[in-house]
């Protein structure tokens, strides 16, 4: 079981930071391999909507920093997507990345984790 999270509040040591670091522990604990992924601390561009990953293109055309999580979430069982509430949606961070997610590892090449569900 692979488990791989993706932290988009800024805040390192924040509420979204304390139950990503609780669910891996408890994950490890279960037998799990784990890997967080602190947005904030990355540097990536936002989705272009070239639509070139819903055209058999595997990887996203952009290449930077997020390409790595985007391999890593391709090759999850779970995705944890861990977010403060800003003015009513998920942080910009999450946001950026949650589009490469979702046209890029969604794409051709599929995801393994696909039930969704919101904690
Ligand atoms: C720019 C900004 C906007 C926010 N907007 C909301 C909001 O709309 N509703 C809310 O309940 N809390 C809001 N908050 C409070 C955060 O959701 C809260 O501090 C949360 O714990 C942040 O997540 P974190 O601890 O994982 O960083 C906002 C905080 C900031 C900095």
């Known amino acids: 079981m692979k488990l791989v999270s993706l ?3 800024p805040r390192a040591n924040g509420n979204s930071a304390t139950i990503v670091k609780r669910i891996a522990e408890t994950a490890v604990k279960l037998g799990a391999e784990t890997v967080t992924y602190e947005l904030n ?7 272009q909507g070239c639509y070139a990953c819903k055209k ?3 990887e996203c055309v952009l290449q930077d920093e997020l390409t790595e999580v ?3 979430v391709r090759e999850a069982d779970c995705v944890v997507l861990a977010s403060g509430v800003y003015f ?3 942080t910009s961070q999450l946001k950026e ?5 979702a046209a890029n590892a969604a794409g051709s090449a599929g995801l393994r984790a696909t039930v969704p569900r919101v904690i």
């Open 41 to 47: 601390r990355l540097s990536y561009q936002g989705c």
């Open 7 to 9: 932290l988009g509040s």
């Open 70 to 72: 985007l391999a890593a």
């Open 56 to 58: 058999g293109l595997e």
């Open 88 to 90: 009513g949606e998920i």
């Open 97 to 101: 990345g949650f589009d490469h997610l």
